[in-house]
């Protein structure tokens, strides 16, 4: 089956410097790809979509300047966490589309879990 | 209201019971509809797609019901290897937006 690569599994970061997470499809295209956040013992909170060759689109109180998202090719999206603070410490996952209109499916990377010291 | 809402659980069966959950969404414009699992500081993963004539798959046993806006999970002869969170998850066709819901817990016990 479709198989998404997200590295690195864990970051340990200061205050004040960026984390860059790369989200890669590695046996199909993937036009759309999407950032999660996750906080302990809640739900996957969509962060962005992000399309290839053109700008991402965040959703409502995700700050665009601060999670900058990258998706130059059709197999690799970038997920930059500019000037990481102790309250970005998440777990991070992204996701890929595979198939078409009727067979629809979503598949994630194993996630990277973020700490910022 | 929440888009798409769970119980959150956590629920607490013996091994080899049947368990089920709902999930309720709020937009009559849903198009697709589906369960995955999620195991602790893991990613989710494809559980079963939920169709409108409703699907089996060994054990498991999805329903949608558009009237009422719900889809289900039925569980039967549970293993301790089912306890993990279920995410409902509805995709929207106008927005092509997926949303997730919150998550059940679900807990097994020997």
């Known amino acids: 089956g479709a198989v998404v690569s997200q590295h690195p599994s864990r970051v340990i970061c200061k205050s004040g410097t960026s984390v860059k997470i790369e989200c890669r499809s590695l046996d199909f295209q993937a036009t759309t790809m999407f950032w999660y956040r996750q906080f302990p013992k809640q739900s996957l909170m969509l962060m962005a979509t992000s399309n290839e060759g053109s700008k991402a689109t965040y959703e409502q109180g995700v700050e665009k300047d601060k999670f900058l998202i990258n998706h130059a090719s059709l197999t690799l999206s970038t997920l930059t966490v500019t000037s990481a603070h102790p309250e970005d410490s998440s777990f991070y996952i992204c996701?890929?589309?595979?198939?078409?209109?009727?067979?629809?499916?979503?598949?994630f990377g194993s996630g990277t879990q973020l700490s910022v010291l | 209201r929440k888009e798409v809402e769970q119980d959150p659980g956590p629920f607490n069966v013996p091994e080899g019971a049947t368990v089920a959950f709902n999930c309720t969404y709020s937009n009559s414009a849903s198009q697709s509809f589906f369960w995955y699992r999620q195991d602790c500081r893991k990613e989710p993963k494809l559980l079963m797609s939920v169709y409108s004539s409703g699907n089996e798959d060994g054990r498991f046993t999805a329903q949608l019901n558009r009237a009422s806006q719900y889809i289900s999970l039925l569980i039967r002869d549970s293993k301790l290897s089912d306890s993990a969170t279920y995410l409902c998850?509805?995709?929207?066709?106008?927005?092509?937006?997926?949303?997730f819901g919150s998550g059940t817990r679900l807990s097994i016990r020997p």
């Open positions: 996701s890929a589309r595979s198939g078409g209109a009727t067979n629809e499916k979503l598949f």
């Open positions: 998850v509805v995709k929207y066709s106008s927005a092509s937006k997926i949303i």
